[in-house]
């Protein structure tokens, strides 16, 4: 086997990896909000913005997505990587889908049930996502840039973000309720330990895939 054989077939089990968490995230998104208890922060922003100007949520969370990329490029002066327009562009497509396919409960415990599954989707989701390390999506790549730029930290960068995001998002009439306050302090948490094992298991296959170059 060709050391470019391996190292195609790992680059395509990369992407397939990374577009696969990138479904699992929207699902868990889309969840959220048909649960009608509340959405995560950009979501609540998406919300508003198409009870205002129309549109699905879908199209504004690539309308955002592309805006951030084009922020994060003034303030690096580089273009951001091949992973951050996929994110752009697949997550809003997935939402939209995944918004036409899920209704919300009629019961309080079923919406319960499904804000919860959706948090912990969700997170999953961004953690198999961040694993095979394709790119930072819009809203990271923004983060990294502002605080490479103002010499803050990453953590209160994306603090002071969430914030100013939610605030915006709420003027506009975005779903603020239960569900954004159990996100908020849940979501750091279940990305966490998803990231760990996926990191971990993407690269006892990257290990597996040296052996096998090293036997060839």
């Not at 303030?75 to 091949?82: F, H, K």
């Amino acid at each position: 086997m060709s050391v470019f054989k391996i190292n195609t077939e790992g680059n395509i089990f990369r992407w397939a990896v990374f577009t696969i968490g990138l479904m699992i995230m929207s699902c868990g998104a889309a969840l959220m909000i048909r649960a009608e208890l509340g959405s995560a922060p950009w979501d609540v922003l998406h919300i508003g913005l198409m009870q205002q100007f129309g549109l699905t949520v879908g199209s504004w969370t690539v309308i955002m997505g592309f805006l951030l990329l084009v922020a994060a490029s003034i303030l690096t002066r580089t273009l951001p990587q091949a992973g951050a327009y996929a994110n752009m562009l697949l997550v809003g497509v997935f939402v939209d889908i995944f918004l036409w396919m899920i209704s919300t409960p009629q019961v309080m415990g079923g919406q319960l049930a499904m804000l919860a599954g959706g948090i912990l989707i969700m997170g999953f989701g961004i953690g198999v996502y961040i694993s095979p390390r394709c790119g930072a999506g819009p809203r990271d790549s923004v983060m990294l840039a502002l605080a490479d730029k103002t010499g803050a930290s990453v953590a209160r960068v994306r603090a002071y973000m969430e914030i100013l995001v939610l605030a915006c998002g709420w003027l506009l009439g975005g779903p603020v309720f239960l569900g954004t306050i159990l996100f908020s302090l849940t979501i750091g948490h279940v990305t966490g330990y998803s990231l760990n094992i996926c990191s971990i298991w993407m690269n006892r296959i990257k290990e597996r895939g040296i052996n096998v170059e090293n036997i060839n």
